[in-house]
């Protein structure tokens, strides 16, 4: 089981349109579902970050394998997978993947 955390800076005035992006998500729960079952990812947890006058996507994902989650999600013809690559684009602004310092879990158990 493999973890990732990325935070992603937000563009200016995108807070509304984030907000709908990920409630469409949730709406669309089973395609979401699928899009996982498919990426093989267990955990996928989205968080607004403020600091200052600036606004961060913070995104932390648990997976059988990382790479295989991103080759099939860019590879998907999912309509839901689609849709976020288009927001994805649209509404964040680069990425780093924040360093792990503990993944302890009980998934396996």
Not at 36 to 48: G, Y
Request: hydrophobic share 40%.
């Amino acid at each position: 089981m493999k973890t990732i955390c990325i935070k992603t800076k937000l563009k200016k005035d995108s807070l509304n349109e984030v907000r709908q992006w990920f409630q469409t998500l949730k709406d669309r729960k089973k395609e979401t579902l699928e899009s996982l079952k498919n990426e093989e990812v267990f955990v996928e947890t989205a968080f607004l970050d403020k600091q200052g006058d600036d606004l961060f996507l913070i995104y932390y994902m648990k997976a059988k394998d990382i790479a295989y989650a991103y080759e099939v999600f860019n590879k998907s013809t999912l309509a839901i997978d689609h849709y976020y690559k288009e927001c994805w684009y649209k509404f964040c602004e680069g990425r780093i993947v924040l360093e792990e310092l503990l993944d302890i879990d009980r998934i396996d158990l």
